[in-house]
């Protein structure tokens, strides 16, 4: 790849503050609701900065390796585990599309309803699909690049309208706004460090193509965590004002009319690109045959599918669903590759059984603390605890190879 289709620290921190600003943000922010403000806006704050770290370190060893992202964790857990964890990827991308299909459809069909007395989900969900499939069809190369940061840019704009109308006057309601103690600490700081975690098995499918280290990593982190805590915040802030954290509601008591369906058209197109592409690029590494453009427009059809009969009942459940695959699968990663040093592609390793009983003992216990709703959630416990463990069993791992 020549210089000029690199991407630079500036093409690298508009491309995730925009996949950030989103209407999934604003909609996980708002569950934090009942923490009250400040409550929730330290879980915020915290769990971006952890979330956020697991990203800039996914991201580094994406430009060191040139490997796609869940291409990377064959350099550990051999090619079943990295056949396993595309597979498991490319499920969470297909839902996220969905999702965020879904999600603006129905904020869209109230807005439009409130200002044209005309509102139709089906149509929106064929709208914002149709727009995220032409947005994939261009990108991500040449002049999308610039295409991206102005739509970025008026996003960010359109952004700033909607904090003005939320916060000035309304500070001090947010600030007194009581918790109710319907959600526990610990859960709050899992729903927000849960969303950067969700991009960790992308990153590094953008950051293999960075001028440098300081693109991949601070570019990339400094967007993201900016751009999602802000969308947090957002969503916390509308949901206390709107007596709810269903997202129609949310953005009908911003009050920002078209802004808002500006907001909605333009977020959406932004995030929901990264995630199909991404699930083009794990297509892709499960058979090579199946060129990345082609296999993420496709992607974007099957979203746009689910979208027409999906729901949005369960969307906590799919956020914590993550958590509990890659917090302890990305950990491990991290010690095999920043203190066991392992940096290169093994083709004779089928499996490392170590590393794959790490993970699931990990897994395991992420869905057992969370029953117990402490303070300090899932996370936290299982990086220490699937850390400490692979780090030992790692010197010295159980491995599948073939036989030469």
Same mark, same amino acid.
């Given at each position: 790849m020549n210089q000029q289709t690199l991407l630079s620290t500036r093409h690298l921190f508009t491309l995730w503050f925009g996949a950030a600003i989103s209407i999934t943000e604003i909609l996980a922010g708002g569950i934090l609701a009942p923490l009250g403000f400040m409550r929730g806006l330290f879980a915020i704050i915290l769990g971006h900065l952890i979330g956020t770290s697991f990203l800039i370190l996914a991201g580094r060893i994406g430009f060191e390796s040139k490997l796609p992202a869940i291409a990377s964790t064959g350099l550990t857990f051999g090619s079943i585990g990295s056949r396993l964890f595309s597979f498991l990827n490319i499920l969470q991308l297909i839902g996220w599309t969905a999702i965020m299909i879904l999600s603006a459809a129905q904020s869209l069909e109230v807005l439009s309803q409130s200002l044209w007395k005309f509102g139709d989900q089906t149509l929106w969900v064929w709208v914002v699909g149709s727009l995220v499939f032409l947005w994939i069809w261009l990108g991500p190369k040449g002049?999308?690049?610039?295409?991206?940061?102005?739509? !970025?840019?008026?996003?960010?704009?359109?952004?700033?309208?909607?904090?003005?109308?939320?916060?000035?006057?309304?500070?001090?309601?947010?600030?007194? =706004?009581? =918790?109710?103690?319907?959600?526990?600490?610990?859960?709050?700081?899992?729903?927000?460090?849960?969303? %950067?975690?969700?991009?960790? %098995?992308?990153?590094?499918?953008?950051?293999?193509?960075?001028?440098?280290?300081?693109?991949? *990593?601070?570019?990339?982190?400094?967007?993201?965590?900016?751009?999602?805590?802000?969308? &947090?915040?957002?969503?916390?802030?509308? =949901?206390?004002?709107?007596?709810?954290?269903?997202?129609?509601?949310?953005?009908?008591?911003?009050?920002?009319?078209?802004?808002?369906?500006?907001?909605?058209?333009?977020?959406?197109? *932004?995030? *929901?690109?990264?995630?199909? &592409?991404?699930?083009?690029?794990?297509?892709?590494?499960?058979? %090579?045959?199946?060129?990345?453009?082609?296999? =993420?427009?496709? !992607?974007? !059809?099957?979203?746009?599918?689910?979208?027409?009969?999906?729901?949005?009942?369960?969307?906590?459940?799919?956020?914590?669903?993550?958590?509990?695959?890659?917090? %302890?699968?990305?950990?491990?990663?991290?010690?095999? &590759?920043?203190?066991?040093?392992?940096?290169?592609t093994d083709n004779t390793l089928i499996l490392n059984v170590s590393a794959f009983a790490t993970w699931f003992v990990g897994l395991s216990l992420y869905h057992y603390l969370l029953s117990l709703n402490w303070d300090w959630g899932s996370t936290l416990p299982i990086i220490l605890i699937t850390g400490i463990l692979y780090y030992f069993l790692g010197k010295s791992p159980f491995l599948w190879r073939k036989s030469i």
């Open positions: 002049s999308w690049k610039s295409l991206n940061m102005g739509a !970025v840019g008026l996003l960010a704009i359109l952004t700033l309208s909607l904090s003005w109308t939320l916060f000035y006057g309304q500070g001090q309601i947010l600030l007194n =706004a009581p =918790a109710t103690n319907s959600l526990p600490f610990g859960l709050g700081l899992e729903l927000s460090l849960v969303m %950067p975690l969700s991009w960790v %098995p992308l990153i590094a499918d953008y950051t293999r193509f960075a001028k440098n280290k300081s693109s991949a *990593t601070f570019g990339s982190g400094l967007g993201y965590f900016l751009g999602s805590s802000w969308m &947090y915040v957002i969503g916390l802030g509308l =949901a206390i004002i709107a007596g709810s954290s269903d997202l129609p509601a949310m953005m009908l008591a911003a009050k920002l009319g078209l802004s808002a369906l500006g907001i909605l058209l333009l977020s959406t197109v *932004t995030t *929901t690109f990264l995630d199909a &592409y991404s699930a083009g690029v794990c297509l892709s590494h499960l058979w %090579p045959k199946m060129p990345e453009k082609s296999s =993420a427009l496709g !992607v974007t !059809v099957i979203g746009i599918l689910l979208a027409l009969w999906a729901n949005m009942d369960q969307y906590e459940n799919f956020l914590l669903i993550i958590g509990s695959v890659f917090v %302890p699968l990305f950990t491990i990663l991290f010690v095999d &590759y920043f203190i066991h040093k392992k940096r290169e």
